[in-house]
C-alpha cells in the first residue's frame, strides 16, 4: 500500500458515510459518533504506529485497519438502530461485506488485503482466534488496543455531557441507575479478567467493562496512552463509592504501571 492509495481510502469514506447522516436527528447524531470516533481511532493508530516503530509501510496499512473497522456499523445502525451485535448483526462481519462490496482493497496485494480484512474481522472479539491465516498477529493487536484507547475517550465524554445531549446508542440501551451494579461485574474486575457483555445489565456494569480492558492491551504504548489520557480514574469516578469498587479499580489501575 502507498499513501496515495490510503488517500484514496480516507476520501471513499467520507463519501460513504455521508448518506448516513441523512436521518432524524438523534440517527445523525449516533451516526456522527461512529464518524468521530473513526477518526479518533485513525489518529490514535497512528501514535501507535511510532510508539511501536512500525515500518512506513505498516503504518499506512495500520492506518487503513483503523479507518475500515467500523465501516460495518453505518448499515447496522441504519437497518437496526443499535450498536448492539447481540440484537443485530456482528459489525465486524457487516465491516468485511461493506470493504469487498464496495471493492476498497481491489488495487492493493492480496497479502495485504488479508491482513486488513483479519484485523478488522476479529477486531472485536473477546479473545482472537488461537490461529490465524495472515503472517502476523500484530495488526489485531493494534486496532484492538487502538480502538478501546478511543472508546475510553468517548465514554469519558460521554458521561460528563448532560443524559438528554448523548447520543443514545453509545450505552447500548442500557439502565443509567446511580447506584445499581452487578457483583458478578465487580467480582470479575477484582479477578483481573474482563468482564463479559451478556453480564452487563447497567451503564455502571459497562463501565467496568471497559475498565477490565485494562488486561488485553497488547503494548507499552497502549498502556503508556492510557495512562496519560487519565480514563480509567475518570470513569471510576463516576461509579458507586463503594470499597469493593475502589479496590478492583485500584487493581486495574495499578496493572498499567506492571
Known sequence: MNTSQLY?????????????????????????????HTRKVCETMAQL??????????????????????VGRFPQYRRWRTFRDSESDNHARLAIDVIRKERVLQNITTDEVLLIE????????????????SPTRRYINLIRDADKLDI???FVELLAQPPDERAS??????????????????AALS???IVQLDTVTCVNDFKLLQISWVYDL?????RRLLRERGYLPA???????????????SKAVSSLSA
Not at 505498516?58 to 483503523?66: G, H, S, Y
Not at 483479519?118 to 491465516?133: D, G, M, Q, S, Y
Not at 497488547?218 to 497502549?222: E, G, I, K, L, V
Not at 470513569?235 to 479499580?249: E, H, N, Y
Open 49 to 70: 504506529s511510532v510508539g511501536e516503530m512500525l515500518s512506513e509501510n505498516e503504518a499506512l496499512i495500520a492506518a487503513a485497519i483503523a479507518l475500515l473497522h467500523d
Open 8 to 36: 484514496e481510502l480516507f476520501s471513499w469514506f467520507d463519501q460513504y458515510v455521508e448518506p448516513f447522516l441523512d436521518s432524524d436527528p438523534e440517527g445523525a447524531k449516533n451516526i456522527q459518533l461512529k464518524i468521530v
Open 118 to 133: 483479519e484485523a478488522v474481522r476479529f477486531h472485536n472479539l473477546l479473545k482472537p482466534p488461537a490461529r490465524v491465516h
Open 169 to 186: 446508542a453509545a450505552t447500548l440501551g442500557l439502565e443509567d441507575l446511580p447506584e445499581k451494579i452487578s457483583d458478578s461485574c465487580i
Open 191 to 193: 479477578a483481573g479478567t
Open 152 to 154: 475510553w475517550r468517548l
Open 235 to 249: 470513569l471510576a469516578a463516576s461509579l458507586p463509592q463503594r470499597t469493593d469498587i475502589q479496590k478492583a479499580v
Open 218 to 222: 497488547t503494548s507499552n504504548t497502549s
